[in-house]
């Protein structure tokens, strides 16, 4: 579980002149908090002060050794549920479910997903840490995606020892750009040097030769959101 595992060991022996049954005491060396056989300890090593203590007179005399004991974790996380795309509020295949997240400016939109979850033998709080497949850079629910479709490597970790385990799972998000470009002003021809309708106003070109003229215009304009 996460708390460990009941650790046992074959107690220490030692020999006295004047003590027939040496007694022997175990402590853990990182808080001095006694121990027994049998008893729970987290995933890591622990050293433990094996303690021997005779009846001598007037003081008893004690000797000391020391030993490992070691609770080690060797199964990776399960994932039981990947992330996914919170925010969708556009259906970006057609198939009539929502997949995506409309864009909001040329950057793309913050996407925002549901975490993913994992149980581990030996952590009772899986971490889960989430980066882009494409270049491996790390993202966080609320970073802002560009207008694409992006597979996103959900990573468990759990606290193993000697060395942590990892489990993926890959899921995408969908930024969506569903808006038509807004034209604001159309092209207009821009070499207007003769009147060929008779109102005063220049709006042509004169020929320069049997072919015609080169004709230059000034662009339309438009303005998009995602673009």
């Known amino acids: ?47 433990l002060v094996a303690t021997a203590t005779d009846e001598a007179y007037p003081t008893p005399l004690t000797s000391t050794c020391n030993f490992t004991v070691i609770v080690t974790d060797t199964v990776a996380p399960v994932i039981t549920t990947c992330a996914s795309q ?23 939109a913050a996407v925002t997903w549901a975490g993913a979850a994992a149980t581990d033998t030996g952590d009772d709080a899986v971490a889960f840490t989430y980066a882009r497949q494409d270049n491996g850079a790390a993202v966080l629910s609320g970073s802002t995606f560009s207008i694409a479709a992006h597979v996103i490597v959900a990573t468990a970790t759990d606290e193993a ?62 303005t998009d959101t995602g673009d």
């Open 161 to 222: 020892y000697p060395t942590p385990l990892t489990s993926t799972c890959n899921f995408t998000v969908i930024v969506t750009d569903t808006v038509v470009p807004n034209i604001t002003s159309c092209a207009a021809q821009a070499n207007v040097a003769k009147d060929s309708s008779g109102d005063g106003n220049n709006d042509s070109v004169e020929a320069t030769s049997a072919a015609g003229a080169a004709v230059t215009w000034a662009g339309a304009a438009a």
């Open 86 to 108: 919170a925010n969708t509020a556009k259906d970006s295949s057609g198939d009539g479910n929502n997949d995506a997240v409309e864009a909001t400016s040329a950057a793309g």
């Open 1 to 47: 579980s996460a708390a460990g595992a009941a650790v046992t060991w074959a107690g220490a022996a030692a020999t006295d002149t004047g003590d027939d049954a040496v007694a022997f005491s175990y402590t853990r060396q990182d808080t001095g908090v006694g121990v027994a056989s049998g008893s729970t300890f987290s995933i890591a090593a622990h050293v």
